[in-house]
């Protein structure tokens, strides 16, 4: 039995009336397509208000749903996520993202850098205070969408001798 919705889509039942759905989330569908990705550093001996990683979208049909950002340092600080809102040209150490579908070949669209200093502090997505040799993580579930061109930046705001970064996310 078919029963078709407000969208006139067809949605498939069983014989018992119960919906046959594939509930997958959007980020393990675009992992299986080949389209998620991670940007890490690792072990980064960083200075205060240092950029410790930013990304910036290159895809200029897809956008960039970043799904969740992991951080770690040595030293408790203040983490300032953000997205800056003037276009700039990233500097750095450059940073290749890993496709998280291995039988993939596709290459993230991205221009990423670890210690980056040519960007200007636009919106704060989100402000936190990690303790040291503590990992922390900000759950985004691809809220935030960067189109071609915008970025999104993690800085930690106090001198320390050890930082890691993951920012996750996927195109669509």
Known sequence: MNVSGKSGRVLEVDDEGRAAIDAKSEFLNASLKGDA?????????????????????????????????????????EVEIHVPTATFTPSGTAIVGVNLNRTSSKVAETICKAKETNNAQGAFVERVRIKANKDYIVQLDGALVLGFDQAICVDYVTDGGEAHVSIWGYFK
């Open 37 to 77: 990705y991670t940007w890490t550093i690792e072990t980064f001996d960083y200075e205060g208000a240092d950029t410790v990683l930013s990304v910036l979208n290159q895809h200029s049909d897809k956008n960039l749903y970043i799904y969740k950002i992991l951080m770690h340092g040595d030293t408790e600080t």
